[in-house]
Every structure is written in structure tokens, then in C-alpha cells.
């Protein structure tokens, strides 16, 4: 409705800038209903000689064009600066076919390492991959790239800058690690992290992605909601292990995505360190963190089991030398891509 008002609004042209008075910035604001209309005009001074021929020719506009509100439009004149609307950025995420958060309820479940490994394994099987590490305050995607001496370039495209991802393996990777000092500490308040991430999240140039995987802090706290309120989201995946303390803190994340004014699919769930085989002993299974409790949780909360990865020690080392082991170890991929399989059916 405000944008109906506001296109009305564009046939007044201001006698002096010859300008609509939408575009020079006369027109402040706008809220609008079916029945009510209040429009806030801004002049640089509140005896502007145009000031009162401006307001009748809007509220004349108004009526004619909205009879249902005609009993119910309000324009105010105020002294001000006028300030023309600044175009709106289009975000680098339209290019993105299918955008997934993958989340925990607490840390230490492996959750960026399940994110590199599926990151890998999803572009084995043929599809354009790209990772934000969206966990601001613990970054370590750049770490498990090997990308940790990147600096990012910055590109101009129509007036807009963008920010150039590193790229490693065929993936396309973007972190806050890149702009940081390995040894500060990242002292930030809740606003400038989430400042940071909608930069990263909007202003890099991503290619044509199949999937983005978003590799977000544990909890449930302000760059969850930033991330939810900023793109549509097309799914979310929980990462926990098997003990119950850690599948409490699930039931937060599910139900975090699953809230009325959420509303993002949840995908499934992952049990990462499920068990433990050492390689001397290849029919024992040690479940060393507990047994089966995210699957159970997933299957009485009625969320998809996307399925259980052992502990392995290519995994760890992955991590540790930059190359997720996806990419050296076909044991690993195996688990992967069957929660790979998964994710693509559900989506």
C-alpha cells in the first residue's frame, strides 16, 4: 500500500527543483493502510512558499486516487532536510539457488567441520558451492580451506562495491576471518557483528551457486535472528552429538526454525561423533558421547534423521591441515553423501 501511495505521489513535481517530490526527498515517509493514510512532507523550512500548495495537491491526489481513505488522510508539514531515498542494494544472495543454514544448540558438536565436509561432498556430485562462515565471534572456515592468508578484494559493479571470496577446492568461501587478526580477541557488541555479517552476507559476489551453506555461531541469539530476518532462508540443518546434553540444546534450534514467524524447513538432523571403530577392531563400535540420542529426539519430534558420521581420525586431521577429508578419504565421503542425498530430496 505505501509503495501504491508513493507512485501516486510522483506525479508532484516540485515547482523549484522540478524534481517529483518523491525522488527529491520532500516526501519522508509514508504509512498507509486501506483506510488510512499519513503522509510526512519535509521542507527546509516550514514556511517554504511551495509547502502549502504541495500538501493540497497531495491530499487532492490522495483522495481521488484512495475514495476508501478519503475521510482518513493526514499529511504533516515539517521543517527538515529533505533527504532523497538512497536505491536499495540487491543482495549478492539472488544468485543463489538454495540457501541452508547449518546450525547447533551449543558448540563443540563439529558443527563447521559437518559444513566443510557436506560443502565438499555436494560439489562431488556436481553442483557450485559456496560457504559463509557466519559464526562472527569463532570463525574457522578460512582455517579449514587453508584460506587463512586471503585478503579479500574489493569490486566495483554499477557504483556498488562487492567483495571477491577466496576460493579453494572449488568452493567459494567468504569468513570474518579474513579480516581479522588471528590473535584479537573479537570484542564486538551484538550490533556490529551483525552489521559485519549482513555485509558479508549482501555485499559478496557470489556466483551462480547451487547451494550456499551458511555455517552459523551455536544458540540461538541475534545472528540467528539477523540471518532469518535478512534472507530467506530455504532450510536449516541441526549438528549434535549423541549424549543428552547436547540434544537438549537441539530442541532449541528445531524449535527456533520451526517458530510461526520463523518458518525455515528444518532439513534434519545430523549425530556427528556417533561412535567411535578403531581401525584394528573393524566390527566394534565404542559409543564413547552416549548412543542414538539425536536420532531418537528426531524421531519423536517428527524432524528428518539425515543420518550418524563416526569418529574418524581423517576427519580431525582434515580440520587441522586445511583439507576437509572428504576430499582425501572416500570412508568419509560415504557418510556425507548419504546425508547429501537427503537434503537435495527434501529440497
Known sequence: MQEKVKSVLKGIIHPET???IVENGVVEQVTAREDKITVV???????????????SLVEQMLKEQFPQAAENITVVIKEGTPRPPQPKREST????????????????VGKSTVTANLALTLRNMGFRVG?????IYGPSQHKMFDREGYLPDAVQENGQDYIVPAQSMDIELMSIGFFINPDDALMWRGAMATS??????????????????????????DIHLTMISEIKLDGAIIVSTPQQIAVADVVRGVEMFRHEQVNVPVLGVVENMAWFTPKELPDNKYYI?????????????????????????????GGECGKPSVATDPDVEHYYREIAQKIIAAL
Open 18 to 20: 522540478q524534481q517529483n
Open 131 to 135: 560457504v559463509l562462515d557466519a559464526d
Open 93 to 108: 544472495t539472488v544468485k543463489v539457488g538454495k540457501i541452508i543454514a547449518v546450525a547447533s544448540g551449543k558448540g563443540g
Open 289 to 317: 558421547f552416549g548412543r542414538g540420542g539425536a536420532r531418537a529426539y528426531a524421531e519423536q519430534a517428527g524432524v528428518p534423521f539425515l543420518g550418524d558420521i563416526p569418529i574418524i581420525q581423517s576427519i580431525m586431521d
Open 41 to 55: 512532507l519535509c521542507f527546509p523550512k516550514s514556511r517554504d512558499p511551495f509547502a502549502v500548495r504541495i500538501k
Open 196 to 221: 559485519a555479517l549482513k555485509q558479508l552476507l549482501h555485499q559478496t559476489m557470489w556466483g551462480g551457486l547451487d547451494f550456499l551453506l551458511i555455517d552459523m555461531p551455536p544458540g540461538t541469539g
